[in-house]
Every structure is written in structure tokens, then in C-alpha cells.
């Protein structure tokens, strides 16, 4: 996957939303005839409040999309540690302690979660790949902090751990259109 850098969380979203789009494209054949849109077509389609003005579908953050995928258009489609990052979101709730800021995650934690995941240990670089990667797609909702013993820590506020938990048990719409495969 690309890196998106410092870009605005629709920015993020319409790269996710055309990249999970990508997927589908692959495998649909040469067009629709029933007329129907593309995933494409319905991710991209605003819809329009009674001012006038323009309010995208979705006020999911990135990070939620990411979880929210399908499990095999998420293996399919991230990087290894955007996988990584993405095992440790949706579980956060569990992972996590408790903090006055919401939920916080020790990088050494996140060290034994993934090694616990892969069966092997993981280098001290991919933990800070993932900590990054948490934190660029949370949409600001996610703060990557050093304790003041020295330990690096990333804090989820309260109300994205919420809406990570309703899309991954179910209980919210997810925002992304699936891509059909």
C-alpha cells in the first residue's frame, strides 16, 4: 500500500475506499449491465442534505474502515504490518489499560501481542511501524507518548476504542462498501 503521509482523513478515506474499490475491479467482469454503480461509484457518492450542501456518507476514521474489512480483502490488500496494526485495533479494548486519556498500549505490550500472534519475536522497528500506523490512520483520535519512565505508549481515545468495538462485534455500519469478489 502506498504511504499517504500527512494528508486530511477524507483524503485517507477516499484512498482506502479506492483501494478496497481495486480489489473488486480485478475480478468484475467487462461492465454493468444491470446499470447498477461500481463499489467505486457507491464509496465516492455523496449525499446531499436539504441546504444544499455536500456530507460524505461516512464520519468513520480510517482506522475503522481498516477494521471493519472483510477478513480476506484484509489479508489481500494491506501490508504485513498494516495487518499487524489492524490485529491490535480491533482488540484494543482487551490490550489495552486504562489511562485519564482512554486507552493505552505500552510499545512492549504491542512487542508481546505480535509476538504472540506470529510465533516469533518481533523486531523493536516493526513495533514503531505499527504504533505509526496506528497513529496516522486514527484520524487524530490515536496520540503515540512518552511516559515519564521512558516507555513509548500509544493512547486510543475513548471514543474511537467505542466505534473500533460496534464496527468489529457488528453493532455499527462500518462505512465502507465491501468489494465483491
Do not use: W
Amino acid at each position: 500500500m502506498q504511504s499517504i503521509g500527512n494528508v486530511s482523513p477524507n483524503k485517507k478515506r477516499k484512498f482506502l475506499n479506492k483501494k478496497i474499490g481495486s480489489q473488486s475491479s480485478k475480478t468484475k467482469r467487462a461492465g454493468n449491465t444491470d446499470g447498477s454503480q461500481s463499489p467505486e461509484e457507491q464509496s465516492s457518492t455523496n449525499k446531499e442534505d436539504e441546504d444544499g450542501s455536500d456530507e460524505t456518507q461516512s464520519t468513520a476514521t480510517a482506522l475503522e474502515q481498516v477494521c471493519a474489512l472483510p477478513e480476506e480483502t484484509a489479508m489481500n490488500s494491506l501490508s504485513a504490518n498494516q495487518k499487524r496494526a489492524r490485529s491490535v485495533a480491533r482488540r484494543v479494548d482487551e490490550y489495552g489499560k486504562s489511562v485519564p486519556a482512554g486507552i493505552a498500549i505500552t510499545s512492549t505490550r504491542i512487542r508481546d501481542i505480535l509476538s504472540g500472534l506470529e510465533d516469533k519475536r518481533v523486531h523493536r522497528q516493526t513495533v514503531q511501524r505499527v504504533a505509526d500506523f496506528l497513529k496516522r490512520f486514527g484520524d487524530g483520535h490515536i496520540d503515540r507518548k512518552q511516559t515519564r519512565g521512558g516507555k513509548n505508549v500509544v493512547v486510543f481515545s475513548d471514543s474511537i476504542v467505542e466505534a473500533i468495538t460496534s464496527v468489529v462485534t457488528g453493532e455499527k455500519d462500518p462505512g465502507v462498501t465491501p468489494a465483491v469478489i
